[in-house]
């Protein structure tokens, strides 16, 4: 790319000046160009809807994107597509562009239930779950969180009991996406012998999900309570391969991997919106975007915004080379969900008052953050979590 030493500079986008598309290979533009489309089509339109009313069509969306092959993505067979790490990434960035609640539903049925099943789970689950999982036929959900135990889910309650050839679960699970509408909970139990996994149909005599309202954040999105009282289950529904708490907070590096591009796709989505309206709203006899104070944060939003796409393309293609340690997850997720949600508050300021209403996506991205900053480990928590890659010390025990 070159210009004139005389040529002004034209409008151009936060991607263009990052060479974005230079980055990415053929097929993990069409990638991002297929999902682009369908939340074009299919998300924008609706979603501030979805928003507003605080509900979202979980089983339709489900079986649309298990078509596009979304779910599961990055894993191998069982009907699942198999992409590389990168790819899943950019699906996850397109879809959070449309709504983090989006993201979420791909995030928590792929990285999170599928993800379990497929790491840990037996030959005759995977059977059994994954092909439908994939298909959006069937939707999982995770429970990992209680109520007295979210940081620190090592202290968990929900308890695994023995009976005769059997298992008896009893306890309760907090915060959970999907909870409600899911045919199968992977649900984290304590035993005589350490945490495991169980694959629980949620037709299981005794298993109660209960939709959480009044949510102000991620409202299009099913959030939920999970109670379990003497749910019977043969040794068949737990994860053969799950045998400590390491399990599950494996699951957690995978969906954490997602949000570290979902994050990118909300900022962008405000960075564009605020972009835009800059050069439409006139005060003072001229667009906003001509001053320099409106610059300034232009400015400034468009270089987090692409050093937080840079750190997740690098995460990503160390994925699929070498792999990614826990604490480098920890990295992308706590710089691109905090820069994320800086972007959005900002452009909400270049918006005015226009940016507290549902008209344009910049609150809800605002608000949505805020979820997104504190689950699938918090700020303070990744902070910690370098500190004691850093150090070797431990700080939050
Ligand atoms: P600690 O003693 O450090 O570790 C226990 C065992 O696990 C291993 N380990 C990990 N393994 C893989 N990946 C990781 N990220 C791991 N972190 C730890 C560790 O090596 C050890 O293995 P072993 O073999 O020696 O036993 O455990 P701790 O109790 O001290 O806790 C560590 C801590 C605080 C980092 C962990 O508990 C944590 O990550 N807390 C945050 C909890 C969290 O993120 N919850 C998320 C719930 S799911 C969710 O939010 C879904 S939202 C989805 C959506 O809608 O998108
Ligand atoms: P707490 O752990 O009580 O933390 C409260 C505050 O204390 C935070 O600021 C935290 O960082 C801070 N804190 C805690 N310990 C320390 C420490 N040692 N040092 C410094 N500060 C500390 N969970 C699931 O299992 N499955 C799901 O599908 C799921 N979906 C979710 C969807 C939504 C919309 C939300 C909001 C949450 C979801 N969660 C889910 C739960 C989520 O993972 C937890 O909310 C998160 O792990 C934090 O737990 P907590 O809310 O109990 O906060």
Redesign the pocket.
């Known amino acids: 790319m070159s210009r004139q030493a005389s040529q002004q500079p034209g409008p151009t986008t936060p991607d263009v000046l990052f060479g974005v598309d230079g980055l990415l290979d053929d097929e993990e533009r069409q990638m991002r160009d297929t999902v682009r489309a369908l939340v074009k089509s299919r998300i924008a339109p609706e979603v501030a809807g979805w928003y507003e009313a605080g509900e979202l069509p979980v089983r339709d969306l489900a079986v649309e994107l298990g078509q596009l092959g979304l779910l599961g993505m990055h894993l191998e067979g069982y009907g699942c597509a198999g992409t590389s790490a990168t790819a899943y990434g950019l699906a996850c960035l397109e879809l959070e562009a449309g709504d983090s609640g989006i993201r979420?539903l791909v995030s928590?049925q792929g990285s999170?239930a599928m993800f379990a099943l497929h790491e840990f789970g037996s030959e005759e689950q995977k059977q059994q779950w994954l092909p439908e999982m994939a298909e959006g036929r069937k939707i999982g959900?995770?429970?990992?969180?209680e109520p007295d135990?979210?940081?620190?889910?090592a202290g968990m309650r929900t308890r695994a009991t023995r009976s005769g050839d059997d298992w008896i679960l009893n306890g309760s699970?907090?915060?959970?996406?999907?909870?409600s509408v899911a045919d199968v909970a992977i649900v984290w139990a304590r035993s005589d012998d350490g945490v495991r996994g169980f694959a629980v149909p949620t037709d299981t005599p005794g298993f109660t999900a209960n939709t959480i309202k009044n949510?102000m954040?991620?409202r299009a999105?099913v959030?939920s309570e999970l109670v379990l009282e003497d749910v019977r289950l043969q040794d068949s529904a737990r994860l053969p391969g799950a045998t400590s708490l390491r399990a599950p907070l494996s699951c957690l590096n995978e969906a954490r991997f997602g949000i570290v591009f979902g994050a990118v796709g909300a900022a962008r989505d405000c960075l564009e919106t605020a972009l835009a309206y800059s050069q439409s709203r006139t005060q003072f006899d001229r667009p906003i975007g001509g001053f320099q104070l409106t610059q300034q944060k232009l400015a400034d939003m468009t270089l987090e915004y692409g050093k937080a796409f840079l750190l997740a393309l690098h995460l990503g293609r160390t994925k699929d080379t070498v792999g990614l340690l826990p604490e480098q997850v920890s990295l992308g997720k706590l710089n691109n969900v905090r820069e994320a949600i800086e972007i959005a508050r900002t452009s909400r300021t270049i918006l005015g008052a226009s940016g507290i209403t549902g008209e344009y996506p910049v609150m809800r991205h605002a608000n949505n953050l805020e979820?997104v900053l504190?689950?699938?480990?918090?700020?303070?928590?990744h902070t910690?979590m370098i500190g004691q890659a850093l150090t070797g010390t431990q700080?939050?025990?």
């Open positions: 979420s928590v999170l959900c995770f429970g990992l969180t135990f979210g940081s620190d889910p699970k907090m915060w959970i996406t999907n909870g949510k954040s991620l999105s959030t979820s504190t689950y699938e480990g918090t700020v303070e928590m910690l700080a939050f025990r």
